[in-house]
């Protein structure tokens, strides 16, 4: 794996005030940053290009509405891991979140289904929406490398288990 594959993040602004509907994604399209190129937005949606350990945060600011409250849900996916409220006229909320992904999956902000209820946010860069990778975990399966590994491991329980009856033959596996 290349070193320039491990650094990934993005950071993107909304620039138009918005009313949102129920469970309307969110199009955060200002992106300042997109190290790794996965945040599109025109969707508003980062793929996960690597597994690994992510942060995301995202920050509303709620512009007006007849409740004075803005609701937002961060979705992995399409299941909620983490929501955000603010309950007062032009409140603010913040959230982050920590999560394992893996490559494919997809991470976005979505405004919270409540019934009846649309809610305005303020754009013109006040509410954002982020993440970046930590760390990496390792599946042995999704590299070439991993079947390297995997290759020795066998060959060493085989051994182990009865070094008497082993021949060896040699593989090229990397091609």
């Given at each position: ?5 491990n ?23 200002h ?40 609701h ?12 955000n ?5 032009r ?9 394992s ?42 590299t070439k ?31």
């Amino acid at each position: 794996m290349q070193e320039a594959e491990n650094h990934i993040a993005f950071y993107a602004t909304l620039t138009a005030h918005t009313t949102l509907g129920p469970k309307q994604t969110i199009e955060f399209d200002h992106i300042i940053t997109n190290i790794g190129r996965r945040y599109n937005g025109v969707s508003g949606i980062f793929t996960v290009p690597i597994t690994g350990i992510y942060q995301f945060s995202t920050t509303m600011f709620q512009y007006t509405s007849s409740q004075h409250e803005i609701h937002t849900q961060l979705m992995k996916n399409n299941i909620s891991v983490g929501q955000n409220f603010g309950n007062s006229n032009r409140a603010s909320a913040t959230q982050a979140v920590i999560v394992s992904a893996h490559r494919g999956d997809i991470v976005y902000v979505r405004h919270h289904e409540i019934i009846g209820s649309t809610q305005v946010i303020f754009g013109q860069g006040y509410s954002s929406f982020s993440g970046f990778l930590i760390s990496l975990i390792y599946d042995l399966l999704e590299t070439k490398h991993g079947v390297i590994v995997i290759f020795v491991y066998l060959v060493f329980l085989v051994v182990s288990l009865n070094p008497a009856q082993v021949r060896c033959t040699r593989y090229n596996i990397m091609s």
